[in-house]
């Protein structure tokens, strides 16, 4: 087994555009796990390896690189950065110790980097922050340093860099006080401080040292008496305060020219906390369970992947215990055994046999498990343990799917159906008034890139549509009307007549049925069939058929024959009745209105307001806090079945939003008249 106190299991977060995945394609490099530095623009790193993923030159489902560095092996999740693909953040993280942080030096701060801080505190994740892509024309360290603070965290300068012109030529390490210049082969030459950063050194040094002292009380008291620490108390405070989360440290790189990597793998190995000392993991019960190679087996499914050799990959977090080939477990969830094949080290999609044990913190893939899902925890038969699984993220966007060729409905839901075993965060469904297939994700990217994926591992054309939207009708006003069905073709007839009072009710009221038969006018068996007959009137619809809602039916009256008489006939009269009533009733069309939630920077809010406004949507408020505005409205759906990517726009990508249901309003006319259209032209067809 190896060393586990030098073992490091993380996960590279950061926003998409960030240069996360280049980031992490440097350290692979860097550590000597691959030979070549790949590119994203070129398709050619060894983590986005999907053809949605080189085609759109970002990446749509996590990775896991491994490599070695200083003689211990570790296991890195790259995660995607795009709000898209960014539903199981937390069922990932889950899976990790601690978390490199990844900034933009041009953007800084975004809204979504918020959201992802704020997965990572929640689970109180030690981490360390790199402010990427120095090499940029418009890169200020300055400045995304400073919007570290909308984080709320408590940031600490390790390196400050050195630009000649608008090229990132080297850094100072702060508490070192030494200052080195990038070579080649990703090496460094140090070199004097420039006279231009000495203050700012000097500055960034006591500042540092101070935020460090605070890390522990017996650090602090020194600090006060003494005014400074040694290095060895700098170096201790240091990892007690991130281990703890007290304080994030800040590093400098360009991922893409290969600069900066190997002081970002020293300080992985330095700064942040083995498997072993990690807190214990709790189950639901509160019983705990440490990461500690010689208690009971437990493993955290974080992921499920498709390949298209050993098809589907279950990637373990190893919890407790020590894994090997071959291993029958128990599957918390079902209860039922697995069997373990082979064990399998991933990087990227390269994969490699493992044949040594595995103990806390190691990451690795084995496939063909029978019925193992992600977030499922498998354990030692004789020592059960589950690990809860983080809530996600709702579904933002739904679409319906259709088949290219009419009759393959059912290929496409088989399809779309393997399809959620790898990606937790799509549903699948059908729409009980349409048939529709509908496919709910986080985002029309997100739909669009699951779709293209099926398309290409199933051979299945599939056609995507914006779904139908759920309107309803309902009625104003009060009625009486008589439901009268007769009808003799010889033999035995059909009749029943029936006398209803038809009220439209306050939204919300939903349907009730009175029965106020009296004198058996009916008999009794056959009055829950003219409840039936209305309420499959109803379903269908008046004016564009969506169903009625929010209205009382009153039976008062009706009459019957001995022998003609039948459930069916009284099904038919009931039927007869509401049809009638609402023939004499106003029937208005109400559309569902969801609440926005949008989270965007304070600059676009003007923008994004009107576009709201646009949408016929009514602002309830807005909240701002540390340059990030939370705006909350009322919107009608069928506007922002399209949100997204008109967001996205808006934005520059910076902005995020979620929706939920609320209730429904009246439509307004020229809305209803189009629905109406639209219904009366498919029915024609």
Not at 127 to 146: E, F, G, P, S, T
Not at 381 to 406: D, E, S
């Amino acid at each position: 087994m190896a060393d586990l106190e030098m073992q490091r299991t993380i996960a590279v977060v950061g926003t998409g555009g960030c240069g996360k995945t280049s980031l992490a394609e440097m350290l692979l490099f860097d550590s000597g796990a691959i030979s070549r530095l790949g590119a994203i623009e070129a398709g050619t790193t060894k983590l986005d390896y999907e053809p949605e993923e080189i085609k759109r030159r970002g990446s749509i489902q996590p990775a896991l690189a491994t490599w070695t560095w200083q003689k211990a092996r570790h296991f890195a999740l790259d995660i995607p950065g795009d709000g898209n693909f960014t539903g199981d953040l937390d069922v990932l993280l889950q899976g990790v110790d601690a978390v490199v942080f990844v900034i933009d030096a041009v953007d800084g701060v975004r809204p979504l980097t918020k959201k992802f801080w704020h997965s990572v505190q929640n689970l109180h994740l030690p981490a360390l922050l790199v402010i990427n892509k120095m090499d940029r024309d418009r890169a200020d360290y300055h400045a995304a340093y400073d919007s570290l603070s909308q984080l709320g965290l408590k940031a600490v300068a390790m390196q400050l860099p050195i630009m000649s012109g608008a090229s990132f030529t080297g850094y100072v390490d702060i508490l070192e006080h030494k200052a080195f210049l990038f070579g080649q082969d990703h090496k460094t030459t140090p070199t004097e401080i420039p006279a231009e950063l000495a203050d700012d050194v000097a500055l960034l040094h006591d500042v540092t040292v101070e935020n460090i002292a605070e890390s522990t009380e017996e650090l602090m008291e020194k600090y006060l008496d003494e005014g400074s620490l040694s290095q060895e108390d700098i170096s201790s405070g240091l990892r007690t305060g991130v281990s703890h989360g007290d304080i994030v440290p800040v590093f400098v790189c360009s991922a893409l020219e290969d600069k900066g990597g190997v002081a970002i793998l020293d300080a992985i190995t330095t700064l942040l906390p083995a498997p072993t000392a990690r807190p214990a993991f709790k189950d639901a019960q509160g019983q705990e369970r440490l990461a500690d190679p010689t208690a009971p087996l437990a493993a955290y499914v974080l992921k499920t992947l498709t390949d298209p050799y050993s098809g589907q990959l279950s990637l373990l977090r190893v919890l407790s215990g020590t894994l090997t080939a071959d291993t029958t477990v128990i599957n918390s969830r079902t209860g039922e055994s697995e069997r373990l094949g082979n064990l399998l080290l991933l990087c990227g999609n390269e994969q490699t046999a493992c044949k040594e044990e595995l103990g806390p913190g190691a990451i690795v893939a084995v496939a063909k498990l029978k019925n193992t899902k992600t977030g499922d925890t498998l354990a030692d038969p004789k020592a059960p343990f589950t690990l809860p699984v983080p809530p996600l993220a709702p579904q933002l966007i739904t679409y319906a799917l259709a088949p290219k060729t009419k009759g393959d409905e059912d290929k496409v839901y088989a399809a779309m159906q393997r399809l959620l075993d790898e990606d937790i965060t799509l549903k699948l469904g059908r729409d009980e008034e349409s048939g529709d297939i509908l496919l709910s994700g986080m985002g029309q990217l997100h739909i669009e890139m699951a779709v293209e994926k099926a398309k290409r591992r199933y051979k299945v054309d599939i056609v995507l549509k914006t779904p139908k939207v759920p309107y309803r009708e309902s009625v104003r006003g009060k009625c009486q009307v008589q439901g009268r069905h007769k009808k003799q073709s010889g033999g035995r007839g059909q009749f029943g007549d029936c006398w209803i009072e038809l009220e439209g009710m306050p939204r919300g009221s939903g349907y009730s049925f009175e029965d106020a038969i009296v004198g058996g006018a009916i008999p009794r068996q056959y009055i829950p069939a003219i409840d039936k007959g209305i309420q499959e009137a109803a379903a269908r619809g008046f004016l564009a058929g969506c169903p009625v809602v929010d209205f009382r039916v009153k039976l008062y009256d009706g009459s019957y024959h001995t022998v003609d008489s039948s459930e069916m006939a009284f099904k038919f009269a009931g039927s007869i009745a509401f049809k009638k009533a609402l023939e004499q009733l106003k029937v208005v069309l109400l559309e569902p209105i969801v609440l926005l939630t949008v989270s965007i920077p304070d600059d676009c809010m003007g923008d994004v307001i009107g576009d709201l406004s646009s949408r016929r949507g009514k602002v309830l408020g807005s909240d701002s806090h540390a340059g990030v505005t939370e705006i909350k409205a009322h919107v009608p759906m069928n506007e922002v079945l399209r949100y997204a990517p008109d967001l996205r726009s808006i934005t520059g990508g910076q902005g995020f939003f979620t929706m939920e249901f609320d209730h429904y309003e009246e439509a307004p006319q020229p809305v209803a008249e189009q629905v109406i259209k639209e219904h009366a032209q498919a029915q024609a067809n």
